[in-house]
């Protein structure tokens, strides 16, 4: 479906954050909710966001239509995935989407399989991907770019060797490492920053304290080949 009249100067993820509350107040969970932007110092939205549901919230999510949010009135209409008549507002989007990476959560993957073969079939099914195998045919599925998630979405309920596989959700936004860098990235909050660093000054500690070690087992064995 797609929403506008949010506030365009406002940052991504603050409008993909709204959106999902907005559309819970009234007990809908949204799959995704992408608020693409169209300027490559992503500082602008583009005026139309794309949210995905399951198809049972549909009719429920269109009573949305001309609802406040933040003081925004917005209008949301049915945007189904064979639909193009918003294209050209959102292909200059696509520049900054493809180095996004999104986490999807699937289930549905055959139980039995190993997990090694369960990467395996997950790769076959979404090409380019990452994947982290947990158990009862769950999985997590790194995808970059909106493309590669618009076709994860399409196959969602599809039969997958048999078996049926839903994507039940995916996280909020993050960049690919080394694409975004600078304090302006805003995928990144500032308690990652500061975790990162955290362990960052971490490991140099450590490496300095084992390289202390190896310093001093050196002396000891000077000193006892001198006796």
Do not use: W
Not at 49 to 73: C, H, P, T, V, W
Not at 183 to 188: K, T, Y
Request: net charge neutral; with cysteine; charged share 30%.
């Amino acid at each position: 479906m797609s929403v506008e009249g949010y506030d365009t100067s406002s940052s991504r993820d603050e409008v993909e954050e709204a959106l999902r509350k907005h559309f819970a107040s009234r007990e809908i969970k949204l799959i995704h909710a992408s608020a693409p932007e169209v300027d490559e110092r992503r500082t602008i939205l583009c005026r139309y966001a794309l949210i995905y549901l399951n198809e049972e919230d549909e009719e429920k999510a269109l009573k949305f239509d001309g609802s406040d949010m933040r003081g925004r009135i917005l209008r949301v209409a049915a945007y189904p995935f064979d639909s193009n008549h918003l294209e050209h507002f959102f292909a200059p989007t696509k520049a900054q989407d493809k180095y996004l990476q999104r986490t999807l959560f699937v289930t549905g993957f055959d139980t039995s399989l190993t997990k090694d073969d369960t990467k395996v079939m997950v790769r076959r099914v979404f090409p380019g991907s990452g994947c982290l195998v947990l158990s009862e045919g769950r999985v997590f599925v790194n995808l970059r770019g909106q493309d590669a998630i618009d076709k994860a979405l399409q196959l969602s309920g599809d039969s997958v060797g048999g078996f049926k596989i839903v994507v039940n959700g995916i996280s909020p936004l993050k960049k690919v490492r080394g694409v975004c860098t600078g304090s302006g990235c805003p995928s990144i909050s500032s308690a990652t920053i500061s975790a990162m660093r955290e362990r960052s000054k971490a490991a140099r500690l450590a490496m300095a304290e084992k390289d202390k070690a190896i310093l001093c087992e050196g002396n000891q064995e000077t000193i006892m080949t001198t006796d």
